[in-house]
Each structure stands twice: as structure tokens, then as C-alpha cells.
């Protein structure tokens, strides 16, 4: 089962609750992190807070820490799209990167999300296209590569997961 394979790394996903606001601050204010970010620039603690404030929220947005042996160690966010579907963003913390658990974060986390989202039906990761780590890792978890959207970014790639897969591998 999918979540034993995240386990197996003695990883697990929690949903982010009020306490983790600064932990969650901080990390997106790293420099690792901001470069992935889509506008690649700090946050102010007031742009956190309304943003994190929808994500507790989750309605539209379903966010997860993951920890590492209770450690906090990454984030997991999905963001609802028309059509049940979502978009997927993840992130380990410097230092956490490059043990080999990408692709059994990923799968878990989009068992999970279907579990809580019960129609969704697809996820879709946007990933710079020399972000080869990542790329590799959402191949391995499943994720298929899609011709070009109209809102991809040239230098995107987009990879796309169905429900299916969690049938098709008896999970
Ligand atoms: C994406 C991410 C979650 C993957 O998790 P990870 O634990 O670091 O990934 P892994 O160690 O499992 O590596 C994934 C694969 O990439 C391969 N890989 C590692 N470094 C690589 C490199 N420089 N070039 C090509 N492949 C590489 C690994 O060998 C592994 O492949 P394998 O399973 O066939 O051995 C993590 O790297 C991360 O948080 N990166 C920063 C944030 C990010 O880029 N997010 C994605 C944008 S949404």
C-alpha cells in the first residue's frame, strides 16, 4: 500500500494545524525556497497570514507538513482546479532533499488527497524543466508527461497523475 511505502522512510503527513504559522513562514522565506517559488520573492508575515489562514481553511486548498520521525521536514500542497482536479507543489527542507523518498511522498500524498478530495480525479505537477531531481521523482510516483498547457510557463514542464493509478495498483 502506498502509505506503508511512505512509512517505510518513517515519513508521515499531517494537515497543518495554527501552530505551524511561523515554522511555515520561515521555511518560505528560505533561499532555496523562494527561488522555487513562482514570483521568487520573500513574503512579508502579513502576506503569510492570509494566505495561511486559506489554507487551514481548505476548502480549495489542502495542505500537509510532512514530518520525518516527528521531525518537521516538508510541505505538500494541493490547490483545487475545475474539473476535479488539483495542482500539486512539494517541497523537502534544505538538508532533507536527495534520500531517495520523492516518489513515495508524492504517491502518498495524492492517496491521501483523494481520500479527503473523494472526486478527484487528476493532480498536476508544474516543474521547472531542469529540476531533473523532481521531475524524476513524479515520474516514479506515477505522474505522466503532458503535452504543453496554455498556462505552462515556457520553461515548465507538467506532469499529470489520474485516480486511476490508485486502482490499477490496488492500493
Ligand atoms: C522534489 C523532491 C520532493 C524529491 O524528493 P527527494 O527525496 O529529494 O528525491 P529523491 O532523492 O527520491 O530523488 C528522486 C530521483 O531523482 C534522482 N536524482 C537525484 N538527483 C538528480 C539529478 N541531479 N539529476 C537527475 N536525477 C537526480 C534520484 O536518483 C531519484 O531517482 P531514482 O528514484 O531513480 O533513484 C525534493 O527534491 C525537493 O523538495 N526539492 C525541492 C523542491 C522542488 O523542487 N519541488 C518540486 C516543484 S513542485
Known amino acids: 500500500m502506498i502509505d506503508s511505502a511512505v512509512a517505510q522512510f518513517g515519513l508521515t503527513l499531517r ?11 520561515q521555511w518560505r522565506n528560505l533561499d ?3 527561488a522555487l517559488s513562482s514570483t521568487r520573492r520573500h513574503i512579508t508575515w502579513e502576506e503569510h497570514c492570509l494566505w495561511f489562514n486559506k489554507a487551514l481553511e481548505g476548502s480549495r486548498c489542502m495542505v500537509f507538513l510532512v514530518e520525518a520521525n516527528s521531525k518537521p521536514v516538508g510541505l505538500v500542497r494541493f490547490d483545487a482546479k475545475e474539473t476535479h482536479g488539483s495542482t500539486i507543489s512539494i517541497y523537502l527542507i534544505p538538508g532533507e532533499t536527495g534520500k531517495g523518498r520523492g516518489a513515495a511522498l508524492i504517491r502518498g500524498a495524492c492517496i491521501r488527497a483523494v ?15 531542469d529540476n531533473y531531481r523532481s521531475i524524476k521523482a513524479f515520474e516514479r510516483a506515477g505522474f505522466a508527461h503532458q503535452a504543453q498547457g496554455q498556462e505552462l510557463l515556457d520553461d515548465h514542464v507538467s506532469l499529470r497523475w489520474s485516480r486511476s493509478n490508485v486502482v490499477s495498483e490496488g492500493a
Open 115 to 129: 481520500s479527503i478530495w473523494r472526486r478527484l480525479q487528476w493532480v498536476e505537477a508544474r516543474v521547472r524543466s
Open 32 to 34: 532555496e525556497i523562494v
Open 15 to 25: 494537515r497543518i494545524r495554527s501552530e505551524d504559522k511561523k515554522t511555515l513562514f
